[in-house]
């Protein structure tokens, strides 16, 4: 579902600071070769993520669900030097096109990739994180959270994507779409929780953004 008409769109990406030239590199090569192509984070989200880690100056940031890395890269601008972004995804066959990406840009030492199930990697990371992006299987979206809240230094944000779910969450509910349910449920819980302070941003699907008190 589109919120806003082309045109305004069009406006808003041009009025926006120019994507990188390698993220273009990336965009164009994840329609050439990867199956469902339109889960680029693309140009107008992924400025607004390199905006806000840039404004955070994280030394830690974890990513749930990779993809082929665009949004690795643009959270990747804003890292402290001697910084790490960790990244984990469950397709191992996208990692070699990430890597390919990382190691491009000006941030491969920093990027270290995961590859498996989430929940079981997140234990392992022993670390506070700065920023965590969440952006992988909407059904698990509470349990990734509940992994991670622990995890984050106060002040830390969590960036939850996809939360609009292409309008489904206004939407008459069917009865057997449980990513919608569950994300519903998802958005409740972090508006009623005491230990973030959340903001729902329309921001292409849905970017809700929870500042950890």
């Known amino acids: 579902m589109h919120f806003l008409s082309d045109a305004l769109e ?8 120019d994507e990188p030239k390698i993220l273009q590199e990336l965009t164009r090569e994840t329609h050439l070769k990867v199956v469902r192509p339109r889960m ?11 905006l806000l880690s840039k404004l955070i100056r994280p030394v830690n ?13 643009c959270l990747a ?7 790490e972004l960790h990244t984990i995804d469950i397709n191992e066959e996208l990692s070699s096109i990430q890597r390919k990406y990382f190691d491009k840009s000006n941030f491969g030492h920093q990027i270290i990739q995961h590859c498996g199930d989430a929940l079981k990697i997140i234990p392992s990371l022993d670390m ?11 059904k698990e979206y509470p349990k990734y959270y509940e992994a991670v809240i622990n995890k984050m230094r106060k002040g830390g944000v969590i960036l939850s994507d996809n939360v609009l779910w292409s309008g489904k969450v206004v939407a008459p509910l069917d009865p057997k779409d449980k990513a919608t349910k569950i994300l519903l449920e998802y958005n409740k819980m972090l508006k009623e929780d005491p ?6 941003l329309p921001v292409r699907d849905g970017l809700t953004v929870s500042l950890v008190r």
């Open 128 to 138: 506070q994180f700065d920023i965590v992006f969440i952006d992988a299987e909407k």
């Open 195 to 200: 230990r973030i302070e959340t903001v729902l």
């Open 40 to 50: 680029i984070t693309g140009h107008y989200q992924g400025r607004v993520l390199s």
């Open 77 to 83: 601008e804003g890292l402290t030097m001697g910084g």
């Open 10 to 17: 069009n406006y808003i990406n041009s009025s926006t600071e």
């Open 61 to 73: 940031i974890l990513e749930i669900g990779t993809y082929t890395g665009y949004s690795a890269l």
